[in-house]
């Protein structure tokens, strides 16, 4: 196939796919009424399903390639944000699952890459949110200070390198979730980062431009949400490129040589210790910055929600996906956070149903609910 | 030809009239408190109080608007409050909110209401800060704050010969406040607070506070702080042998406290604003068609708070209309409007001002009005007297 | 006085934690909340026998007590069915998952479908309340009752491993499960026990925590499980003498913390939590550890 044609192709390929998910998440997200968020649910199974088993959907994957994809569907989640610009609820959920999808790529790169687990996601994601806290009200410019709340994250999470290196499974599961029960109760003790009383944030400010205020351009009302979901889009545009990046790369090679098999790998003379570093330190880098922008968005942060249920409820959005798949990664964040905004009996019942979910998928398809797509050699993942 | 047209303009005429009147608008109106948790019997007992006020509204036939009730549960913690507050002030169909009991949450969506614009009175949280503590248009108060509370305590429990106090207070805003004023107005009248105690909120075991508190051998220990807390630490008292009056605050003046700790609440004195419902000036009334509708819960302390938050809003809005910022520019101008809680007024905060502050012991199981208890007329003594 | 007390109940955690360890190799999260649904069905038996007019303290007790062991035996049993057994091949990281997961769906349970489950509950204090005051010594009848019966179980945990046949039995599996097989041990049933019989400890536990505070409430579960398995690593994963040791000596760092820390004692968690931390960089299978070999 010559080059143009091959181009065409793709872009067609990755505009369906893109049209298909917009129009579906539009769906979701203009229902007023239970029925119709229900009928709009079982069309997208439809869809999605029946995408997969005639596989049309892996075939209009490939022939799109990921680079392509990846910038359509960005071009939809701003056409979607163009369409709900008055709507603050519809905007807060399209931005909320984007920053929950960002500080799960973190843990992903942390446990589906390198095999090391992390139960205490929540508490760096209000790391990154305190630091934005502490900064934000200064004369730090506020790309810096997003900047900041991923290092601040990074460096909390440096402590705990060295136990971590020293243990082994569930020796070391138990630290992060000691740290994560630790860290909660260090902040609503501590009187200077605000008690239980938590912290106010003054909105983001970027280019000139505050984003709490709504705005109006040519006799057109958007709210001050759009922006952060226009900021959100962006964050999650950055995050998959840069883990897709590392994770097609020979660096992901070795993650995932540390993940199968330790001692194979310090055979080869991949430095264990030093791998498992690194992603620890990106993936808490990531979640930090996701945690920064979504205190400034909500202006408020407090103890509470960074318990190791929320930590908890990151780990099973990784599992319901599938460990390693990233599309599966953001449908099951766009389930975790959506459903139970819109389906109102599920709301009281979400984390019995999350539970009981995740238990599900581990006794009866480990692989999650859709596998993970393995690594072809001598190849990268798209071609 | 011409008759026809007349009568069909007619019809149109009384069709246009007609529909409004028959098909009444939906207003939606927001009631936020804590639902589940320990605090959930004051939610629970506030929002079948806005419930009411809404059901009557809707019952009467001169009212121009159907009302609905969205009911949102806080659970008493700041960060769910600011995410309901958000969705509550998101959705463009609600005009107005019926807000918080708990303070620390109160105090928390402040800044969300103003950010989105909502207009809200609150119904039960006291903490003068939610109205004093900044200058936005949109919170209104009714019922009244802790300052008043603490000084009309201190002056009661000084004139009983209490001087020696410890204090045990919650580190959220609330708990410190009623520090920072119940401690402002005992040392003023001449008693001394021998040593004050932070807790958490959500704290199951106070041996460490209460040991110390013990070897400072108080006569009083006042506590600052939500029911679920203040159960456990009565009941520990106990268990580590201290021998003091307890005395608490608008938070625990509610049943649940009671049910919790059977014999061992005997004898404990608590404060809060306004009178109790049936000394109220509407309270009859509202007591009985509260009866009427026959809900699972009482209306608690904060009930009829919580149903004259409801009322002034929908008269408001019968007045201007369900817009925001009409119902905000009428809001602000309240003076002297009646209620079953007496007559509203909103000073230039937001904030009404409630003259009665009650005080309350405990008696063979509830709650009774101090005047009216037998520790007042000297036929039961209190601890330590 | 108190710090006894907890170090008691963290202890018989830990020794669950420790037996399904040694057993199955496997970390069985939800344990803590087992204990908490064995106080709740105290409870529920408590308020049934005040209903059909039992008024009367020491039947009480005892029916609660054995309603609470035996139903949690059989739900401790039920899990190790349903939850474990069947992942027994799969990475460690998914039992831990799937029993964390597990433990928030029993969790979630409580408080969706126990009447009031979402608020804090009253727990009868069913032990009489006499006590003897000694100059700054407050020494209660209930506590040393309490105590005395932890201590019997635990003492009667550690007959039943080293006299019984059934322990010997488990502790053959925990050794090596191929040639304990191979000898006519029967898996299944033996590693069902032993989930019952860990069940049934932290039942008694969860009781005993409620009579202690007077009040149970359905999120304890999360941080007494997290508590008792940080015990239980603490002592070394698999050994009886470490999880009791680790039992009383994590409520030892809690006091510790405390009197170091007056001004606020909520910080002796965070003081606990971070000394575990530590302890198991310096030590990283406990302090009497675990034999940690690879096979390559």
Redesign the interface.
Known sequence: MRPAQAGARAALSAAAIAAVAALLLYGFLAAESEKTVGLVLAGAVVVVAGGLRSKVLPRLVRAAGERAVMSALAIAAVALIGVFHDDPFVLLLMARALLVLVACLGLHVQLADAGVPNFAGAAFFGVGGYTAAVLGHGATPHLLVLLASGAVAAAVGSLLLLPLLRTRGHYAALITIAFGLLFRTFLEVNETLGGPQGLKLGGLRLLGLSFNDDREIHGVEISGYAFYCLAAVALALVAVWLVRSVESSWIGVALDAVRLDETAAACFGISIGRWKIAAFTLGNAIIGVAGGLSAMMVGFIAPNNFTFQESLVLVSILLLGGLGNLAGLAVAALIVIWLPEKLQPIQEYRYLLFSVLVVLVLVLRPAGLIRRIARRPFGSLAA | MLRTLAFLRLALLVLLVALPASAKETVKLAFIGPLTGGNSAIGLGGRNSADLAVKLRNADPKSKYQYELVVLDDECKPDTGVQVATKAGADKAIVAGITHYCSVVAVATVETFHRLGLPTIVWGAVLPDITYGHSYKEIHRVNGTMINQNETAAKLMLKQGFRRWVIIHDTTDYGKGHEKYFKQFATAGGGKILGSFGVTADQQDFTAELTQAKALNPEVIFFGGLTPIGVRIRAQMDKLGINAQFQGTSGIVNDDFIKALGPLAEGVVAFREGAPAEKLPGGKFFLEKYAEQKYPNPPEAYGPFAYAAATLLMDTIDKVGPDRKKILGALSGVKNVDSIVGPITFDDHGQNTVAAITAYVVQDGKWVVWEDSEYASGKRKLKGR | M?GVMLGLMYALVALGFTLFFGVLDV?QFAHGDVLTAGAFVGLAAYAALLHAGVQAAVPQLIVVVLAATFSMAILGAVLGR??VL??KG?P???T???T???G??LR??IR?FYPGG???Q?FPALLPTA?W?MGRF?L?VDNLLMLLAGVVLVLGLSLLLRRTRLGLAIRAVAQDEETARTMGIDFRRVVLLTFAIGSALAAFAGVMNGLY???INFG?G??LG?IG??AA?LGG?GSFTGAVLGGFLFAGLQTLG??VM?F???????FA??V???L??WK??GLIGEE?G?R?
């Not at chain 3, 606020?264 to 965070?270: L, N």
């Open positions: 108190n970390v349903v939850l069947p992942l799969a460690a990281l998914n831990l998952l799937a964390l997961m597990g928030t769906a979630e349970c969706l979402s608020q804090p009253r006590s005051s407050n209660r505070y007077n009040e304890s999360l941080l997290v398995f940080s690593v994963l405390a009197v007056p606020a004692s909520a910080y002796k968690d965070v939590f971070a575990v931390i530590l198991m960089t990283p299978t940690l690879e390559v």
